[in-house]
């Protein structure tokens, strides 16, 4: 195929990440021009700040280097402006005389500052706040004049503000609200941010409106005259009072502007060969001057691009962060509050601490936190999430590690780590590592960040904490991991859209799923299949066929991985009860099989270690023992005390019970692994309450909890229900794991997935409503039917090629 | 990799005893080597070790035309045996071929 040209106009964040999207899903689809204004590569905006306060330079924040560009076979014309744009004949005009054709356009111009107009802004020495360029400006003035005047209190004017101070100026910050960042912070977190600002050296005057600049007589600006009549003398003056959408080009061009150029949720202009992203669009009739939406514009912007004509934009949710090293703040959302909304304020000025929440309709809707915004990554995904708050609104202003949601104790702070500390304790990763990949690479994205340092990547207990480190590290520009996003890199359907699509429209196999869900790549990928493998099995029981090669190994070889290759074999006992001839078995096969390691597990099984896989089929034959499914996202044991039978203390069979669940339980496959356990009396041996159903036995009958998890974060199992008898304990547990199976996304355990729809909603379900919880067992009962146990299934011959070499060569 | 006729070509087995989107494994005293078969009917073959920690490949889940390791996740493309980005190492490949629905395998 011909390839088609592609021209970008603008070589800035915007334009160049939607040019590495493009690359990663279509690299052969375009010839591809960049035009840029500035005579520089692709550069971090966002650290601008960091460069002006010294604490980096501008070659620590050039994110993609001329040698990308080559590499990538990009023609790139930097500090080359585009004068026009030629849609008839489809062409750019270049201001250096040159024309690039092109069959698809993509205009990211960005925004420029917006320069008040009052006499002298023309003057030596007024300048804005937007580039590298004017960067360059404040740093050199610093050098040998003395009094600057930032107008404009927001988020850029205090950024210049701030890096001049450090530069060594005195600088006076003009504003015509009545406190700081008006439009992120309420009033008494903008008077603590003067404070401490004002502590810095920085002086300000607000409610000010600038009248006039004056200057001498070799046209610099020597002075700021103000309404009021003030005067003061400023060598430097920064306007950072706003931006404006870049239109000029796209609008002398004809295409449809209001207040930016106005695109689709495919950010597509009005001519649908001409795209836009970035701060110069208008999508939905907002013009976004933050980074972070700019990157999802880019997802789908690039798909398009790419015709695979899937994505939308949607708009984006915003959260604030200063870049001034040693200043906490953050807002997002509706953070003023308004009618039928509530706050929670914690105050405590002299600590410098301010934090205040709005809550309305039981969900958090704004946030705003000065001081300590620790947990501003876990405010903004409740706001994004707009979760129910239910109980965890008595909480919710002591924090995420308050809630326990945080993972490892003492690890939630990420502020207060050391860069030698470490965050992954899987794999090792220091805080110091992610911060410096972070930057040197230029990641925005949890997903980034697993994919550089591994960080997260494995049990994923640190990943609240990667975020914190991702936000402290980028600030506004952290892109958040929505729970609804996509399943993996094959398709942008998330979890709920996959099993709703497989459901609805009857999808019975991998392949009409993938056609039917439009994935991206052939057959998918390890992320996805085992997932699509579940959900088709899990809705439809007994017609659609499992497929081994879309499991894990060892769920296709029904033993455990270990990390020489051999695996390890648990063989089912229920309850955790056993006797004299199965032991002998189990002595008998260690023995003829040399297995290297015989481990009593913590589910009350004995685990043979070290088996070869080829040993596997005859190992299972000379036990005689049913599979233990120790090794899948599948029932596991149920953990059980002896009760009744033998404890002085038992008040009920729990042994039975548990001997009971497991048999029903049997064979069953779950979003996650499902562990449960039965007590035979409150003192809880069995430690039921972190298992995901948890029983224990009361004089008067059962009591039953869930949701519990004694894994990678301990997790204390919710009081679902009481019952009399043990036919009830069978129905309540198989309603809520058929509950489960049916509505959790794959990987959940079941506390996510109270997590996500409520305890309440749960009890709706299963304790409340009769009818369905009878429904939901009888599912349970009929999917589980006459299911083969897996090892004696491969022992008669089933995936016999999974167990033997092809060919032994000498 | 040389191609040519100095290879020494084993007969392995049938194409359809590979499974698809699947692997075989050959047991070698240098080091085992998995058999892949793609959907598109392609066969690969690479030492069966990741070189990441010496994972066994062909215990993977195959995808496309590369396969993840069982172990840690690791990436690596069946036809070079490079591990995709930004993880970086390699796994040796070896010359496979089709023949009249008989798969062969190179060692030299």
Redesign the interface.
């Known amino acids: 195929m011909k390839k088609l040209n592609l021209v970008i106009i603008g070589n800035g964040m915007a334009g160049i990440r939607t040019v590495e999207e493009l690359l990663a899903i279509a690299p052969d689809m375009y010839n591809i021009t960049v035009f840029g204004n500035e005579p520089h590569p692709n550069y971090n905006r966002i650290l601008l700040s960091p460069v002006l306060a010294g604490e980096q330079a501008f070659k620590d924040i050039v994110l993609n280097p001329v040698s990308w560009y080559t590499k990538a076979g990009i023609d790139l014309r930097m500090g080359c402006a585009v004068s026009r744009i030629d849609r008839v004949n489809r062409q750019v005009h270049a201001d250096d005389g040159s024309c690039v054709p092109y069959d698809r356009l993509l205009i990211a111009t960005g925004s420029t500052p917006f320069i008040l107009p009052i006499p002298g802004k023309d003057l030596t020495g007024v300048i804005s706040y937007r580039d590298i360029h004017d960067t360059e400006t404040m740093i050199a003035t610093a050098q040998v004049k003395k009094n600057a005047v930032v107008i404009g209190g927001g988020l850029l004017g205090l950024e210049a503000a701030n890096g001049l101070r450090l530069r060594g100026m005195d600088v006076t910050v003009v504003h015509l609200a009545d406190w700081l960042l008006e439009r992120q912070l309420d009033k008494t977190a903008g008077k603590l941010l003067q404070q401490s600002l004002e502590q810095r050296g920085l002086q300000f005057m607000l409610g000010e409106i600038t009248e006039a600049i004056l200057g001498n007589d070799a046209g610099e600006v020597s002075a700021v005259r103000f309404k009021s009549g003030k005067t003061i003398s400023a060598d430097l003056v920064v306007m950072a009072v706003g931006i404006r959408p870049n239109v000029a080009l796209a609008e002398a061009a004809g295409i449809y502007c209001n207040r930016g150029i106005v695109v689709s949720d495919a950010l597509q202009t009005y001519d649908p060969r001409i795209y836009a992203v970035g701060e110069c669009v208008s999508h939905r009739g907002i013009a976004y001057g933050l980074v972070a939406p700019l990157f999802e514009q880019a997802k789908v912007c690039a798909n398009h691009l790419a015709q695979m004509g899937i994505g939308r934009y949607l708009g984006s949710f915003l959260s604030t962060k200063l870049k001034v090293t040693g200043i906490d703040l953050f807002s997002a959302g509706n953070f003023m509050g308004g009618p039928g909304s509530e706050e929670i304020i914690l105050s405590d000025p002299a600590g410098g601490v301010y934090k205040k929440l709005i809550i309305k309709d039981d969900q958090l809707i704004g946030a705003c936190l000065y001081g300590d915004t620790t947990d501003g990554g876990w405010y903004f995904k409740l706001l994004k999430e707009g979760r129910k708050l239910g109980e965890l609104r008595d909480h919710i202003m002591f924090g995420e590690s308050n809630v326990g949601d945080v993972g490892v104790q003492g690890h939630s702070r990420a502020n207060q780590m050391q860069d030698s500390d470490e965050v992954c304790g899987c794999n090792g990763v220091c805080k110091g590592t992610i911060v410096k990949a972070i930057k040197d690479q230029g990641l925005f994205t949890l997903d980034d960040v697993k994919?550089?340092t591994?960080a997260s990547?494995?049990c994923g207990s640190c990943t609240g904490l990667v975020e914190q480190i991702l936000l402290n590290t980028v600030g506004s520009s952290f892109q958040e991991t929505p729970k609804t996003k996509a399943i993996c890199g094959c398709t942008e359907r998330n979890h709920g859209e996959v099993r709703k699509a497989i459901r609805e429209h009857k999808l019975l196999t991998h392949r009409s799923a993938y056609d039917f869900l439009e994935w991206r790549?052939?057959?998918?990928?390890?992320t996805c299949?085992?997932a699509i493998n579940y959900y088709l099995l899990s809705t439809w029981p007994h017609e659609a066929l499992d497929d081994?090669?879309?499991?894990?190994?060892n769920e296709r070889?029904h033993a455990n991985?270990q990390?020489d290759?051999t695996f390890s074999v648990i063989p089912q006992m229920k309850g955790g009860v056993t006797n004299a001839s199965e032991l002998r078995r189990i002595a008998d096969v260690a023995d003829k099989y040399q297995i290297p390691m015989v481990k009593v597990t913590g589910g009350q099984r004995i685990d043979l270690l070290g088996v070869k896989k080829e040993d596997l089929v005859s190992v299972w034959s000379d036990l005689g023992m049913n599979s233990g499914h120790a090794y899948g996202k599948s029932i596991r044991t149920v953990k059980t005390c002896v009760g009744i039978e033998f404890c002085r203390f038992g008040t009920q069979n729990s042994t039975q019970m548990g001997i009971d669940l497991e048999t029903m339980l049997a064979n069953m496959w779950s979003p996650h692994k499902v562990k449960l356990a039965v007590s035979g009396c409150p003192r809880n041996c069995a430690e039921a309450g972190i298992k995901d159903v948890g029983v224990i036995a009361v004089d008067s009958g059962w009591e039953l909890y869930i949701g519990g998890n004694g894994g990678i974060k301990t997790e204390v199992a919710q009081f679902l229900v009481k019952v009399k008898t043990a036919e009830e304990v069978k129905e309540y547990a198989g309603a809520f794991l058929q509950l489960y199976r049916e509505e959790a996304y794959y990987l959940d355990r079941t506390v996510h997935y109270i997590a996500r729809v409520g305890l309440d909603y749960i009890k709706q379900r299963i304790v409340s409503d009769a009818i369905q919880r009878k429904a939901l067992h009888e599912r349970l009962l009929y999917a589980l039917e006459g299911l083969p146990d897996p090892w004696a299934a491969r022992i008669k011959g089933a995936q016999r090629?999974e167990f033997i070499?092809?060919?032994?060569?000498? | 990799m040389d191609m040519n006729a100095r290879n020494d070509w084993v007969q392995l087995c049938q194409i359809d005893e590979i499974p698809l989107l699947g692997s075989r494994l050959v047991e070698r005293a240098d080091g085992n080597i998995a058999v892949f078969r793609s959907a598109a009917e392609t066969v690969f073959a690479l030492l069966d070790r990741c070189p990441h920690k010496g994972g066994p490949l062909s215990q993977g889940i195959v995808h496309g035309t590369a396969v993840t390791c069982p172990l840690h996740s690791w990436q690596i493309d069946l036809s070079t045996g490079q591990a995709l980005a930004p993880d970086v190492g390699c796994a040796r490949h070896f010359p496979v071929k089709v023949e009249s629905g008989f798969v062969f395998l190179a060692l030299n």
């Open positions: 994919k550089h591994k990547s494995s790549t052939p057959n998918g990928c390890a299949r085992p081994p090669q879309s499991r894990f190994i070889a991985i990390k290759g090629q070499p092809l060919k032994v060569i000498a």
